[in-house]
């Protein structure tokens, strides 16, 4: 199979290399924070209705972005230490994977997460409160997936690509792919890992996608580690190249790196809106932490590749770059550090506030309008809920 199988718009946007599925990693910030040209790939951020952004300023975002998604991550942590949460998914080191897809997406896009993408959450304006209360067990996921555009949390592992690929074909048949309207065409953005690569209902998603040529982008992030399975017990060839023989590009990006996350996630977004398909991209990363807070990594892995990781850190490779070309100062440093103090005080006390659910919450949402047998099972459940506060058994 070769990049004329896909057409003059694979080798265009990404590139025989990649379209032949080369080793190629795309990269545009090197772990030592120095700017790197790709031939395929610039880092050209633009805003929901195609104009450019001033690059720098964008960059200067994306930091503080990761940085208060750190914060996240590391009191969500804290607070499941000391019992306030029942479980907790970390993220430590994919806040550049997160960060730079969640920002590529346009506020008409639609986005599927697992049950990790806390900064993706965050770029889609959802309250981090919100995050917590479903891990402390309060609530099933209490924001508006239609609001933001960023669907629930998906418990069942790979379940929400096949969500995604569903949506996509909804896209195209409600007319919004393809119009040649920045503020109309809209894509799908469907998270998963590289352990939910091995499940059948992704692959399902796949042939779906492939098939209907649907407007979906698969972004994976390979951390390396499905709980305590390493990335070799789960395929023979780099996850990217499985996209060829589902029949649509795929691409392997520099998780750690932002920019290239970015760039890379922006060019298959437009891609799938302008009605050219689906399109694999890998986020090569490390998980840094746990695989939840149930989890002991000591048990599985080697210190020194965790080591070596941490000479990746994608924040403080912006840092570096931010500090060495004079696109910060200390008191920008300053200020995003005082903001993710506050974020971390806010998140501790608005956490142990969270109410407990009311019984009758279970009905709630489950349907767009209540339906007439819903309504008698919430009738039933309340007359025998009101048995036992009369003392009625």
């Given amino acids: 199979m070769t990049p004329a199988d896909f057409g003059p718009d694979l080798v265009e946007v990404f590139g025989p290399s990649q379209a032949d599925g080369g080793p190629e990693l795309i990269q545009l910030l090197s772990p030592e924070g120095q700017r790197v040209e790709h031939p395929e790939f610039a880092f050209e951020p633009r805003d929901a209705a195609g104009n450019l952004l001033d690059p720098d300023e964008t960059i200067r975002g994306f930091y503080r972005d990761m940085v208060l998604t750190r914060r996240i991550d590391t009191e969500a942590t804290a607070l499941q230490r000391h019992g306030e949460l029942g479980l907790w998914a970390q993220l430590l080191g994919q806040e550049a994977a997160q960060i730079g897809a969640g920002r590529a997406l346009r506020p008409q896009d639609f986005a599927f997460p697992t049950y990790r993408e806390h900064g993706v959450a965050w770029c889609r304006g959802v309250d981090p409160l919100r995050l917590l209360s479903l891990f402390r067990g309060v609530d099933h996921g209490s924001w508006d997936p239609a609001a933001h555009n960023f669907g629930l949390y998906t418990i069942v592992i790979g379940a929400q690509t096949l969500h995604a690929a569903g949506y996509a ?26 352990g939910a690569s091995s499940q059948g209902d992704v692959n399902e998603s796949f042939i779906f996608a492939a098939s209907y040529n649907a407007p979906v982008v698969f972004f994976c992030q390979n951390n390396q580690w499905a709980i305590s399975e390493p990335i070799e017990r789960q395929t023979r060839i780099p996850l990217y190249q499985r996209a060829l023989g589902f029949g649509f590009p795929g691409v392997r990006v520099d998780g750690n790196d932002v920019l290239a996350t970015y760039a890379v996630t922006t060019a298959a977004l437009q891609r799938a809106r302008e009605g050219q398909g689906p399109t694999f991209v890998e986020a090569y990363t490390y998980r840094m932490g746990a695989h939840t807070t149930t989890d002991d990594p000591t048990r599985y892995r080697l210190s020194d590749d965790l ?60 349907y767009a309008e209540e339906t007439a047998e819903l309504a008698q099972q919430r009738a039933a459940f309340e007359e025998y809920h009101a048995g036992f506060e009369q003392g009625v058994s």
């Fill in 169 to 194: 074909m909804g896209m195209q048949r409600d007319g919004v792919v393809g119009t040649g309207d920045a503020q109309r065409d809209a894509a799908v953005l469907a998270h998963f890992g590289d």
């Fill in 307 to 366: 080591e070596r990781w941490k000479l990746k850190d994608p924040i403080a490779r912006v840092k570096v770059y931010l500090s060495r070309n004079g696109l910060a100062d200390d008191a920008f440093f300053d200020a995003v550090q005082a903001e993710a103090d506050e974020l971390g005080h806010q998140l501790r006390e608005g956490c142990k506030s969270l109410p407990n659910p009311v019984p009758t919450a279970i009905f709630d949402n489950v």
